[in-house]
């Protein structure tokens, strides 16, 4: 699977759009990115997920460069809620089950 | 649709002893996965399960040891415990387990030995 890079941490003022980069330089054509975030203590919660073109759901969208290398998580309007640790995953096919979680960046939402 | 549960949700026990926790996927789940995190090491992939069968592990001793029942259902166990293997032990589940299916993640078990 391929490895990836996220800043340490980051702010975002309330109602603000949280832009959170994350490089996969390495990636394969049949890797997908995945994005999940832990709030304190908590199970991580499932975000998004994509392989080539731009996601949107009711979280989030994903935002995928046209070389794959890299990938952005847009939070459109992020609320106090949403301070926690977001972790961007690089998933291979070949590793059923498994997702590889770095150290992910620190977000935090400031009233 | 309820989510994925575990029990107990904290434990405490001595070292030497062993441990048994429970991870209860979403229904119609086949793939369980089982995680360890501390604060040293972060997240780690402990195993999957795959119709009864272990399909994927990681680079844990053999102290850590899992299975899967008919219904899905996963437990893991510990054996001799050491105070190292206090963590929060997490289970997610998945249709398949395959890469273009979501993981959904348990509230976790946190395990503390002393």
């Known amino acids: 699977d391929a490895k990836t890079t996220q800043p340490t941490s980051m702010d975002c003022a309330e109602g603000r759009a949280a832009n959170l980069p994350c490089n996969h330089s390495?990636?394969?054509?049949?890797?997908?990115v995945y994005w999940y975030r832990q709030i304190h203590s908590q199970g991580p919660q499932y975000i998004i997920h994509?392989?080539?073109n731009n996601e949107t759901n009711e979280m989030a969208s994903l935002i995928i460069t046209e070389d794959r290398k890299s990938s952005t998580l847009i939070l459109p309007h992020a609320t106090l809620r949403d301070t926690a640790v977001y972790y961007c995953i690089v998933r291979s096919s070949s590793n059923t089950g498994k997702l590889i979680f770095g150290q992910g960046t620190t977000l935090q939402v400031k009233p | 649709k309820a989510g994925v549960t575990q029990t107990p949700r904290y434990l405490i026990k001595t070292r030497g002893q062993q441990v048994t926790l429970s991870c209860s996927p979403i229904?119609?789940?086949?793939?369980v996965s089982w995680y360890q995190q501390t604060p040293g090491q972060g997240l780690q992939f402990l195993f999957e399960?795959?119709?009864?069968?272990?399909?994927n592990k990681g680079n844990f001793p053999g102290r850590f040891s899992g299975r899967q029942f008919s219904n899905s259902r996963s437990e893991m166990n510990v054996s001799t415990l050491e105070l190292g293997d206090s963590a929060l032990y997490l289970c997610a589940s998945s249709f398949f387990g395959t890469s273009n299916n979501e993981q959904f993640f348990g509230p976790g078990t946190r395990l503390t030995v002393l």
């Open positions: 390495t990636i394969s054509g049949n890797e997908y």
């Open positions: 399960y795959f119709s009864e069968t272990q399909r």
């Open positions: 229904s119609g789940h086949r793939s």
């Open positions: 994509g392989l080539k």
